[in-house]
């Protein structure tokens, strides 16, 4: 019962809508206290030896990636190629809007900076050109969601690190439920639009936008070809990423300034600044629950009310789809990632497949009331009331949930790569 009742603390502080900083380091204290030998000064020195580990600088090097080439042209160009490609389909610019997601997702491992940098190019230009508000809206923010499960993924990073799981078998288990995701939101963007004339190719603008996008393109090529040949790690590739991203913005496309590379970084230190205390301190939360063997007796726990995997995942689904509605994916993953994992393994699931699934799961948490981030973000990037900004993704979501299902029941998916 002592496992239970140390998620009740964890569920009443949510309740009581307390920081997750105060969540975790009541859970660690929890832990000592009642498991160990009540020595509290050892949270610190295990916080010390949980942030000493090289992974960890992939999650700033890849957030500063992503805001050097938001701030700078590369999303704008790599749009236009993507749209002149697409302009024959019917609903083009949706299922541009899409595509475009997924590539600068490769890029930035952010779904709020997916969002932003391609809603602010496609947003307008749907509306523009006589799509509806709420297609045009919920496109994007949902779109961006890709940013999560799209490798390189912090999500991905965060759950490698605390489920001790290769981040390289989750990037490369990342690729084909990406891909699914990718062609169910394709598939609704063009169903949506069946009505809409498609426009011809354009030919000469698809010409101008491959030649001043060209160096935008090669990114995605150059980022994931080092990272599944094996010749840099995951951490290396974020610092090639970084390093190409501020070459091209500041002597190719020389859109990039001291000035504007100098706020960008203050920003991503921000960031950083928000995100590094949390994952310190879920890390030590790792580690003394593994100490104390808390994820067995949760095994044992779960053996005893829950019969079968199938009703297992089940549960887990219903769980994380519960749990994206009312916590951001970062702290969802270093609360539950140790706790779930070890008993999804009870159960039969290979680590990677369940990592994959409660990406996805979380992802979906990006676009449900009342918490979702990219719900949050698009009321003051796009200027949209909150009401429109739910209605506008519901209809992704139901697409997305029919993802959800099948990277479930396919397991192959997920592992097929690795």
Known sequence: MTAFALLALVLALLVLRQPLTVI??????????????????????????????????????FLLCGAVMTEGSAARR?????RALTAPTRGGLGVAAIISCAVF????????????????????????????????????????????????SIPLILYGLVT??????????????????????????????????????????LGVAVKTGIWAALFPIILLGGIYSGYYSPTESAAVALVYAVLIEFFIHREMTLRKYFNVVTETAKLGGALFPLIAVA??????????????QMVELAGLYIDSPLAFILIVNLLLLAVGAFMTTNEAILILGPIL?????????????????????????????PVGMNLMVALVTFKQKFSEVVMSVLPYIAVMVIGLIIITAVPWLSLGLL
């Open 24 to 61: 975790l380091i009541s859970a660690i204290a929890y832990v000592h206290i009642f498991w160990g030998h009540g020595y509290l000064d050892y949270i610190v020195e295990d916080m010390w030896v949980s942030l000493n580990k090289e992974l960890i600088l992939a999650v700033p090097l």
């Open 78 to 82: 790599l749009v236009r190629i993507v």
């Open 105 to 152: 997702a490769a890029i930035s491992g952010s779904s709020i900076v997916t969002m932003i940098a391609v809603g602010s190019v496609l947003y307008p230009a749907m509306k523009e050109a006589g799509y509806t508000n709420r297609f045009a809206l919920g496109t994007v923010v949902s779109g961006g969601t890709l940013g999560i499960i799209i490798p390189p």
């Open 164 to 205: 001790e799981t290769s981040i390289v078998d989750l990037f490369l288990a990342g690729v084909l439920p990406g891909l699914v995701l990718i062609v169910l939101m394709m598939t609704y963007a063009i169903w949506a639009n069946r009505h809409r004339p498609a426009q011809k190719m354009d030919w000469a603008e």
């Open 283 to 296: 890390l030590s939360l790792n580690l003394i629950l593994t100490e104390y063997r808390v994820p067995a």
């Open 341 to 369: 994992m070890p008993v999804a393994l009870a159960y039969g699931f290979h680590p990677v497949h369940f990592g994959i699934i409660m990406i996805v799961n979380l992802e979906i948490g990006y676009l449900t009331p």
